[in-house]
Every structure is written in structure tokens, then in C-alpha cells.
């Protein structure tokens, strides 16, 4: 699956930056919102590939409540989350 820089990418990368503060999504949930419910590991790809710290992409979980991979660890997205108050 290779998600290049399309408007699905584009509509994604809006809909995490717009995720507030101590707030989560999953990236199901994100795949709704772009319209299009069932690339929830395109999402996923998108995330993975993200270095743009203006997108938050550490707010965005597995739909079982597991945090998911995140590019920087997952120790670093678990403390961020922590310190944003969106799990305890």
C-alpha cells in the first residue's frame, strides 16, 4: 500500500492537526472523517511516515485502546499523550 501525496494524505494530515489537545482518535476514526472508512492502515501508513511535528500524530491510536507505533517510539508517544492529559 504506498500512500503518496494525494488529497486522501492531504485530508488526513487536516483532521490530525485539527485534533485537540488531550484528545485521541483512532485511526479508523480519521479514516471516516476522510471518507473513506476502511483505510484505517492507510492512515496508519500516513502516520508513520510523518516528521511534521504540526501534525499531531501521536493522538492517533489502534481502535483496541493500544497506543499503535509512532516514528519517534513508543515510549515518546505514550509520555506525550501523558503530559497532554489524554490517558492517565
Known amino acids: 500500500m504506498i500512500v503518496k501525496n ?30 473513506r472508512p476502511k483505510a484505517a492502515r492507510a492512515v496508519g501508513m500516513i502516520m508513520s511516515k510523518n516528521l511534521d511535528s504540526q501534525v499531531p500524530c501521536h ?3 489502534r481502535s483496541d485502546g493500544k497506543l499503535g507505533g509512532y516514528n519517534r517510539g513508543e515510549a515518546r508517544k505514550l509520555e506525550l499523550l501523558r503530559q497532554e492529559g489524554a490517558i492517565k
Open 6 to 35: 494525494s488529497e486522501f494524505k492531504q485530508l488526513v494530515l487536516q483532521i490530525v492537526r485539527d485534533i485537540p489537545i488531550g484528545q485521541i482518535m483512532t485511526y479508523g476514526q480519521v479514516a471516516s472523517l476522510a471518507g
Open 59 to 61: 493522538r492517533v491510536i
